[in-house]
């Protein structure tokens, strides 16, 4: 009888939770996390917290504080859980703004430190805007290790690797969304995935040209989509998905396997190129704007919930 699907994962990618429940951390033993703004609202709104969010509400400066400080005390707890990275997302309303997304950034690092997290533990996450990009490139030579993150096109993996980004998050769900909803009847079953496909094409893409970002896939819709990416640096995994994969005891065969580089890397983009491939490719740029609004949202939902607290 061959072993579970994500016993077997684990020996040939790094397991990310994608979730802020602690107790499906602790079941599922994963080596990092990540959060953003909707699961940072979902695991704000657990009953267990809303004696201390009231707390924060009443002793925050500002509703930016007081969001920073939620974030902050829910990553620094998945780090006591984890051994490697958690991931830490900028407000995305700064996603076009990268001298705010500069001061945030250090704002939360400071944060984790005041915490006893150190710097070398948090990935801060970014939308994967031009300027998002320009902000990482900075953070990492400062030592600030970065995600970018609601990334669905080559151009920007491209530019994330040539700023120096620690890790990308390609999406694979939403690539697939996008593209159900333009030819419904379509098969985009395995390999026929667009959003696997993406993935595919920037993890080799990295290694064929000696990148050290990791390629990490995120935004899965089901559990093919992420066997047809085992071996890929990193997969970022929701808990139904984690379960369903241990709950399956079946064969899994490595998909991805890093080559050594074998060329140099091309020229990086300059913005006018960015910018030009992001407008030539409407998938990418439709689903960057929807990313940042969603993530808008539930911050938005996280700060109503905070000022009703605040005002008692």
Known sequence: MADDLLSQLKTMTTVVADTGDLEAIRR?????????????????????????????????????????????????EISALVPGFVSTE??????????????????????????????????????????????ARILEREGIHTNLTLLFSFAQARACADAGATLVSPFVGRILDWHKAQDPEADFEGDRDPGVQSVKRIYEHFKGHGFDTIVMGASFRNSGEILALSGCDRLTISPALLEELAGTEAPLTRRLTPLDAETSAPEPQDEAEFRWSMNEDAMATEKLAEGIRKFMADQR????LLGELRRG
Do not use: C, M
């Open 28 to 76: 599922f033993e994963p080596t990092d996390a990540t959060t953003n703004p909707s699961l940072i609202l979902q695991a704000a709104q657990h009953e267990s917290r809303r004696a201390r969010l009231g707390e924060i509400a009443r002793h925050a400066t500002d509703i930016d504080d007081a969001l920073d400080t939620v974030a902050v005390e829910i990553g620094s």
């Open 90 to 135: 900028v407000s995305a309303r700064l996603s076009f703004d990268t001298d705010a997304t500069l001061a945030r950034a250090r704002a939360l690092i400071e944060r984790y430190g005041r915490h006893g997290v150190g710097p070398e533990r948090i990935l801060i996450k970014v939308a994967a805007t031009w300027e998002g990009i320009r902000a």
């Open 301 to 304: 939902k996280l700060e109503t």
